[in-house]
């Protein structure tokens, strides 16, 4: 009899564990696209520095002809969307300086709330040269993730799988997708990290000047539909 049960108990579990597989590969259902740059100007965007002095044309600009948002790095701080987004699909490409080649820092800010500061409640999707894929869980921010994946040394810190970024000067990508309480980290068509049990809020989108110049164009958008 025992024995019956336990067999019966191994075959409930394995639907289980199927049935969940299958329910996290269902594709997901997507609204239209959002260009949440248009390749002109900043028109959707607002922005924060440390520096009250600053505009942010003094640090963010475009470039029309090759449709790309420049940003000199300093000082500290960032743009983010005027609208705020819950659950979503974004996608994104980045460079560091193509003609100095310099190895910078910057990172994509998601599910942005509270107060305007450096740097607001949100969960980093990092941008740092050679660590592309991280997250950076920002003042207090929740995320669970395997612990293998946490960063002994700064807990806020969640280490990716590896690295796989091209060439500093060269163009990378971001396919960040949010849905209820899970992140997923997929840069250059590779998942390199994800986490679970992120808060599930509405938040803007941020990208941060961080000390270094910054390139970023085709910033896409598609909202997760219930």
């Known amino acids: 009899m025992k024995t019956a049960r336990f067999a019966l108990l191994t075959l409930m579990l394995a639907t289980l564990v199927s049935l969940t597989a299958v329910a996290q590969e269902k594709p997901l259902k997507l609204g239209k696209e959002i260009r949440l740059f248009n390749g002109k100007d ?5 922005y924060y520095l440390t520096d009250p002095n600053k505009k942010m044309l003094d640090v963010w600009s475009v470039d029309p002809k090759e449709k790309i948002i420049i940003c000199k790095g300093n000082p500290a ?3 983010r969307t005027e609208k705020k987004y819950t659950n979503y699909v974004l996608k994104l490409q980045w460079r560091f300086n193509p003609v100095t080649r310099q190895a910078g820092n910057s990172g994509v800010l998601l599910r942005v709330t509270g107060e305007d500061k450096v740097w607001p409640r949100s969960v980093e999707a990092q941008l740092m040269s050679g660590q592309a894929g991280d997250f950076w869980l920002i003042d207090g921010a929740p995320l669970t993730t395997p612990k293998e994946r946490v960063n002994p ?3 806020r810190n969640r280490i990716r799988l590896k690295t796989n970024e091209k060439p500093i000067g060269e163009w990378n990508e971001y396919e960040i997708v949010v849905n209820g309480g899970r992140i997923t980290l997929k840069v250059n068509g590779e998942v390199l990290n994800e986490g679970t049990d992120a808060e599930e809020v509405a938040g803007y989108i941020a990208l941060q000047s961080e000390g270094a110049e910054i390139h970023f164009r085709n910033i896409v958008l598609r909202e997760i539909l219930p």
Do not use: F, K, M, P
């Open 77 to 79: 701080g960032y743009i």
């Open 153 to 155: 040394g700064a807990e």
């Open 42 to 46: 900043l028109s959707g965007w607002t």
